[in-house]
């Protein structure tokens, strides 16, 4: 009985193919895999540092594979800050075939009749099935109500003179399984100048105060740019612009959501105006602005808003001061 609870003891703490035995449990994670999955989800190197408890120079060892094998601990808490298991970040094992089983007895009369009105049972459910998709097949497309597109912009609500702040225009309501043209004409506040826009657009499709974007998508879609204004504290900076698609008659129908932002003295990222930037307003910009291709948000000086004491504007130098 002690030998039976010896061994199911050791069943218990037995570890993974990837781990490596020892008194400290490592296991060998694979440097491609991690780098892969932080620029996709546009990560950077400070934010896994900081979550991981590590320095940066720790994580491009890892990436770099110059560490192979890394802390038990530190790869669970590496795979929470990229949003996958453990097991998607480890080296990947040799496949081994294994040989097909075998019945052990071979199939009686009886056994042979039941498979045939199991296959007679099957194709009758396959008919009656492919009818119901048919029906529906054909009711979705000659009866389907059009489509409703939507589109949404997204500024802050405030914002430094001077400094870059982004703009999204997220569009909803396209279907997934074919391709919708749109046009998307945003006019631009006659103090702005225009830094990035995302995705790009062909010739002449920016001008000094209209971007015009023309475009098919598929399902949900984003349309971003850059800007920054001239002005005085309190005044407002409007937006106008409208998305049309195809199937749409009449006048292209104007984007909804923010339309106006304040010129102050806050960094546009700190949404409650304390002149620092909380865990809630930085996952908030990673939330938002992440999966926006060839944008910068100027995600760096907010982490560093985010790690210091906070920040200032100094108007001498016309600059965003870190306080330590």
Known sequence: MVLQNIRLLNQELQMTDNSIPGPMSMVKVDGAKIKHLREIQGLTQLYLATAVHVTTDTISRWENKRYPSIKKENGIKL?????????????????????????????TTERK?????????????????????????????????????????????????????????????????????????????????????????????????????????????????????????DEQVGFYGTAAVSNEPGSPPPISGSSTTSIGYYHWADTDKDNT??????????????????IDVGIDTIEKIWLGSGYKWNPDKHAIEILK
Request: net charge negative; aromatic share 6%.
């Open 79 to 107: 795979a929470e800050a990229l949003n996958v298991r453990l097991e998607d970040l480890l080296e990947n094992e040799e496949t081994t075939e294994h040989t097909p089983l075998v019945p052990e007895h071979p199939p």
């Open 113 to 233: 009749k039941i498979s045939v009105r199991k296959i007679w049972h099957l194709l009758i459910s396959l008919t009656l099935l492919g009818t119901v998709i048919a029906f529906v097949g054909y009711h979705y497309l000659y009866s389907s109500p059009e489509l409703t597109i939507t589109a949404e912009r997204s500024a802050p609500e405030h914002c430094i003179a001077g400094q870059p702040f982004p703009i999204l225009i997220k569009i909803s309501g396209a279907p997934e399984d074919k391709s919708t043209a749109i046009i998307i004409r945003e006019n631009l506040p006659a103090n702005a100048t225009l830094a990035k826009i995302s995705p790009e657009v062909a010739t002449g499709g920016v001008k000094k105060d209209t971007i015009k974007w023309l475009k098919k998508i598929n399902g949900t879609a984003t349309f971003a740019y850059i800007i920054r204004v001239t002005g005085e504290e």
């Open 277 to 294: 930037i909380s865990d809630s307003e930085i996952l908030a910009v990673y939330d938002r602005y992440s999966q926006v291709e060839g």
